[in-house]
């Protein structure tokens, strides 16, 4: 398994988050983010109890593949 950096939040303060991960062995991503806390907006969301869900801002989807043009997750 190997994992990707993909992007991290270029106007984030300290330059740890969010960022974006991409795992070549499940060709999946990993999205670190800030934590949904708010109960009303969880409550709108059909989350397993095995689910959790990270908030990341727009300006992060430059570093998805599928999205800058980069032909999908062939990184």
Do not use: C
């Not at 907006?41 to 801002?57: G, M, N, Y």
């Amino acid at each position: 398994m190997a994992l990707h950096l993909l992007g991290k939040d270029p106007d984030s303060p300290e330059g740890k988050s969010p960022t974006v991960y991409y795992d070549d062995a499940t060709d999946n991503y990993l999205v670190q983010g800030w934590k949904v806390l708010d109960g009303e907006r969880l409550s709108k969301l059909d989350l397993p109890d095995h689910e959790t869900v990270v908030e990341i801002p727009k300006r992060m989807m430059q570093f998805f593949p599928e999205v800058n043009g980069g032909g999908g997750a062939h990184v």
